[in-house]
Structures are given as C-alpha cells and as structure tokens.
T-cell receptor
Framework: GAGVSQSPRYKVAKRGQDVALRCDPI?????LFWYQQALGQGPEFLTY????????KSGLPSDRFFAERPEGSVSTLKIQRTQQEDSAVYLC?????????????????FGPGTRLTVL | AQKITQTQPGMFVQEKEAVTLDCTYD???????LFWYKQPSSGEMIFLIY??????QNATEGRYSLNFQKARKSANLVISASQLGDSAMYFC???????????FGTGTRLLVSP
C-alpha cells in the first residue's frame, strides 16, 4: 500500500516568499504530525492533528508557520515570509491510532520529507 | 520534559560484525516508549524497534535488539551481522504518556565497510 507522501520534495524560495508544503498521510490514519529537521540534527516536533483538529501546535517556531488539515486527511504546512533559518527538511508522519497509547502499533510512519532552502 | 542523548556522532563497523549504538534518555514520566528509527540518504525515517518502559523483556526485531536498562535510563540499539545496507543515520526517540509527539536525539551515523 501507499505510504506517506510529501510534495514538493525540494523547494527553493527567496527570502520573504510564502511556501506551502503538502502531506498525504496513509489512508485511514487518524494522527498526523509535522517535524522540522535542521541539517545534522534530529527531527523536532512542530504540530499534531487528530483528524481535522489541531491538538498541539507548541512546536511551531513563530506565527509565520501555519498548518491545516481541513478534511482530516491531507495536510498543508504554510510558511509565510520565509527566512534563511527556515531552511530545513520538513517531515510529515501519520499514525493509525488517535490515542496516546504507548505501543509499537501506534508507531509513526514518515514521509520522505520536503527539503526547503531559503536564499 | 523529555530528552534523548546520543553521544556517538559516527560509528564504523565491518560487514557481518555486530555494533551497538548508544542512547540515554531523561524523563519524569512513569510510563514511556522508546523508538529507534533509521534514516538512509533518501531522507525517509524507517521505524526499526520499540520498547515500552514496562515491558519485561528487551525488544527484538530480526537483526535489531534493544538493550534496555531502565535504572541507567539507557536504550542502546544492537545490530547483529551488519550489512552494507545498514549504512545510515540512526535516531533514538521517545514518547511519554499522554503525549503524541516523538522527541528525537541528534542521531548516529553508521558506516558499514566491506
């Protein structure tokens, strides 16, 4: 079956431009996550959706970052007025369960990421 | 707050040998889960193995095993019989009760030589 897909895979933006990154989770997965991975670092949490509800956005670094999942499936991460420090790989992940149950069955499946470069 | 520490930026191993990747963690949660992910150059994070804090036995998945020492707060990944395809970044991560997000370490780059 299809995994998590993300588009575009690569995005180059001039500083000050707005960008939109798309995530298609695995069909039927309740939870969707966005992470930011800077070069040489581990992924860092940005935001989390359960169906269409954004339950945690504590990791969004500024109000220039906005995420939505209006129909509980596809999600878009939008970055307004991009800055050079926004350059990173943006990873999307989905999981089947909407609970916080600790189990390998609640594992997060990751997409290939979108590499954003801001010039 | 939860924190993962991976102190080995890089590790080298010869094909067919075993290798241990270190991971220590810090949390005040009484119940938590520990994960290992592999990230090849393609960028996708691949789930390898999971250990629950109350699991009685160390987790194993094929050539992967997790050496879980709760008192020392360590969750080291052991890869037996390394293969060339094991060359990648490896990340340790954890999740606490009531939290959905994963907290990752900085990763260890593993290079397997012929």
């Amino acid at each position: 079956g299809a995994g998590v897909s993300q588009s575009p895979r690569y995005k180059v933006a001039k500083r000050g431009q707005d960008v939109a990154l798309r995530c298609d989770p695995i069909s039927g997965h309740v939870s969707l996550f966005w992470y930011q991975q800077a070069l040489g670092q581990g992924p860092e949490f940005l935001t989390y959706f359960q169906n269409e509800a954004q339950l945690d956005k504590s990791g969004l670094p500024s109000d220039r970052f906005f995420a939505e999942r209006p129909e509980g499936s596809v999600s878009t991460l939008k970055i307004q007025r991009t800055q050079q420090e926004d350059s990173a790989v943006y990873l999307c992940a989905s999981s089947l369960d909407g609970t916080s149950r600790l189990s390998s069955y609640n594992e997060q499946f990751f997409g290939p990421g979108t590499r954003l470069t801001v010039l | 707050a939860q924190k993962i520490t991976q102190t080995q930026p890089g590790m080298f191993v010869q094909e067919k040998e075993a290798v241990t990747l270190d991971c220590t963690y810090d949390t005040s949660d009484p119940s938590y889960g520990l994960f290992w992910y592999k990230q090849p150059s393609s960028g996708e994070m691949i789930f390898l193995i999971y250990q629950g804090s109350y699991d009685q036995q160390n987790a194993t998945e094929g050539r992967y095993s997790l050496n879980f020492q709760k008192a020392r707060k360590s969750a080291n990944l052991v890869i037996s019989a390394s293969q060339l395809g094991d060359s990648a970044m490896y990340f340790c991560a954890m999740k606490g009760t009531g939290f959905q997000k994963l907290v990752f370490g900085t990763g260890t780059r593993l290079l397997v030589s012929p």
